[in-house]
């Protein structure tokens, strides 16, 4: 006989879980959705207006520009050109940049051996406003000058335009007063100055005083400027008629 054994049903109802310690719980909140800005346009940058030449006058505009090119034909066939094919080829770069633009071109004809810049020679050639204006400028000849005129540089004395026939020493005797203007110099102050490293006998000061004398004779009408000081020396006085022109660097005697 067979035995049947009946197994146990589940039950329908299913177990109730068990807890779970969830802990502190931080609660989600909710994101928003980001705010779209309201569409604005794109600014657009201002049209800025070329800036004016200050070179040209009021009322006026440029209408083109002329460029001035020193070459003559020895110098080009030496380049392996010609006159004509640099022209063409300025021509040629100027239609490519601009191909609206108008073009001419002028020859500057000079006499052979003419000499002077090669750019100068075609800006006069061709009549050049400031190149005519500065050869004018060069060939006005100099006003004539008046009074006393003390030139350091080229150690002359001019009066009224004629040169003073001063001696190396008697410009010397004056250039050591005038770098010492509003100065009174004692005579012992200007044996040292002038005669320490000379090879001739030193003079006194009554030697000085003959020197003096001499320079202030050939000083004519403008003897005045070199002035004694009784019981000290001598002093240069400046007034409105007398003019020192100096190198462009000091004398060494200045210090």
């Not at 100027?94 to 090669?118: I, K, N, W």
């Not at 020679?121 to 009549?127: H, N, S, T, Y």
Request: proline fraction near 7%; glycine fraction near 6%; aromatic fraction near 4%.
């Amino acid at each position: 006989m067979s035995l049947t054994i009946a197994q146990p049903r589940p039950s329908l109802r299913s177990a109730a879980p068990a807890p779970i310690d969830l802990g502190t719980v931080t609660p989600i909140r909710p994101r928003r959705a980001p705010v779209q800005p309201e569409h604005t346009e794109a600014p657009t940058s201002p049209v800025v207006a070329p800036q004016r030449n200050r070179s040209l006058p009021e009322g006026t505009e440029a209408r083109g520009f002329a460029l001035y090119v020193g070459l003559d034909e020895e110098k080009a066939a030496a380049a392996g050109t010609t006159l004509a094919a640099v022209v063409e080829q300025l021509k040629a770069l100027t239609a490519q940049l601009v191909p609206a633009a108008e073009t001419y071109a002028a020859v500057a004809v000079a006499a052979e051996h003419s000499g002077g810049r090669d750019v100068d020679v075609v800006r006069l050639a061709l009549q050049d406003r400031s190149a005519v204006a500065a050869r004018k400028q060069a060939e006005k000849p100099e006003p004539e000058e008046t009074g006393v005129v003390i030139d350091i540089s080229r150690k002359r004395v001019t009066l009224d335009g004629e040169t003073a026939p001063l001696t190396y020493k008697e410009f010397e005797l004056l250039q050591f007063l005038v770098l010492r203007e509003g100065q009174t110099v004692d005579r012992s102050a200007i044996i040292d100055g002038l005669w320490s490293d000379d090879e001739d006998e030193t003079p006194n000061e009554r030697t000085i005083d003959v020197h003096v004398r001499r320079l202030r004779s050939k000083l004519g009408a403008f003897e005045e400027i070199v002035r004694t000081v009784r019981g000290v020396g001598y002093r240069f006085d400046r007034h409105a008629d007398v003019a020192v022109r100096y190198a462009s660097t000091p004398s060494p005697d200045l210090f």
